[in-house]
T-cell receptor, first 107, second 118 residues
């Protein structure tokens, strides 16, 4: 069983829709990251969370430490948001990654 | 300040050849982490290096794979006698020091090297 589980695996949305991606983890962590990976491109860190909620533009990330759960929300989605979103948790030296959620936003 | 630089971006090797993947960390960063992303799978930790030292190689296969981070120059991930199953994207990340890696607000990743073994 993977230490980090994401859902959904694939998501297609119409432009303008509100999007939620979920991440559950099974280990005690020091921090959780949301990463964005574009097709053929590298990885960009969107957020690092250890508690509560963070907002950056149209992106909002929340974490519930007790429930070992985090969500990434995208408001007013746009085709340029199309990417793979990866949840990663830090434990010691290592990151443990979810398999990613592939988001496609249709104009 | 350039980000983490990896090269080449794409590498094609025949079975049995050697693959050398390079990672130049961000300026001032002395800690490097290598990750592998197999097709349809998530990223997996391979190895953590400081300058001239391997700190944690628990995620790296025992045979054919090696990594180094010399005093001068980039970190190198070396795969000898490549096989088809080595085809993957290999990502490098860097941090200023390990404390900042554990607590850092950002994870600095490179663009990755996509290795294809034919």
């Amino acid at each position: 069983k993977n230490e980090v589980e994401q859902s959904p695996q694939n998501l297609t949305a119409q432009e303008g829709e509100f999007i939620t991606i979920n991440c559950s983890y099974s280990v005690g962590i020091s921090a959780l990251h949301w990463l964005q990976q574009h097709p053929g491109g590298g990885i960009v860190s969107l957020f690092m969370l250890s508690s509560g909620k963070k907002k950056h533009g149209r992106l909002i990330a929340t974490i519930n430490i007790q429930e070992k759960h985090s969500s990434l929300h995208i408001t007013a989605s746009h085709p340029r948001d199309s990417a793979v979103y990866i949840c990663a948790v830090k434990l010691g030296n290592q990151f443990y990654f979810g398999t990613g959620t592939s988001l496609t936003v249709i104009p | 300040n350039a980000g983490v630089m990896q090269n080449p971006r794409h590498l094609v090797r025949r079975r049995g050849q050697e693959a050398r993947l390079r990672c130049s960390p961000m300026k001032g960063h002395s800690h490097v982490y290598w990750y592998r992303q197999l097709p349809e799978e998530g990223l997996k930790f391979m190895v953590y290096l400081q300058k001239e030292n391997i700190i944690d190689e628990s995620g790296m296969p025992k045979e054919r794979f090696s990594a180094e981070f010399p005093k001068e120059g980039p970190s190198i991930l070396r795969i000898q006698q490549v096989v088809r199953g080595d085809s993957a994207a290999y990502f490098c990340a860097s941090s200023l020091n390990h404390a900042s890696w554990r607590m850092n607000t950002e994870a600095f990743f490179g663009q990755g090297t996509r290795l294809t073994v034919v």
